[in-house]
């Protein structure tokens, strides 16, 4: 059998914090999962999306460190238009989120911008340019 890609996890400091930056992008994750060690959701085609945090990767790999210097996978969002990059991004940033990049037109014919979600990982958010 050939292994075949089923999930991407996040590990959080703050679960509900985490759910909720990525119910403002649109994931139906339900309220009860804050307060759990480990949520999870299964988007459209089948791929889930994991959260545990902090403690519960820590309680099967006691050596697990917080990573610094960048994140080594990203999340990204497609948006229906350009003038949805600008409104969601604009949305979250006036939530309190952190704003990596504000929304620009990409050289590759996109709108694209970034923004932190409150672990500190870039999260794409783009569209087809017009």
């Known amino acids: 059998m050939t292994p075949r890609l089923d999930a991407i ?10 759910l909720a930056f990525y119910r403002r992008l649109g994931l139906d994750l339900p309220a009860e999962a804050d307060t759990a060690p480990h949520a999870e959701i ?5 791929i889930r999306v994991l959260w545990d945090t902090e403690e519960t990767v820590r309680s099967f790999d ?3 460190t917080r990573p610094s210097g960048g994140e080594r996978v990203g999340l990204a969002f497609r948006c229906d238009s350009p003038a949805e990059v600008d409104s969601v991004y604009a949305e979250l940033v006036a939530a309190g989120h952190r704003g990596r990049l504000e929304p620009w037109d990409a050289v590759w ?18 569209a087809d340019a017009t």
């Open 42 to 46: 299964a988007l459209p085609g089948g």
């Open 9 to 18: 996890g996040v590990v959080t400091s703050d679960m509900a914090a985490s």
């Open 62 to 64: 006691p050596g697990w």
């Open 109 to 126: 014919g996109q709108r694209y911008a970034i923004v932190l979600d409150p672990d500190g990982c870039g999260v794409q958010l783009f």
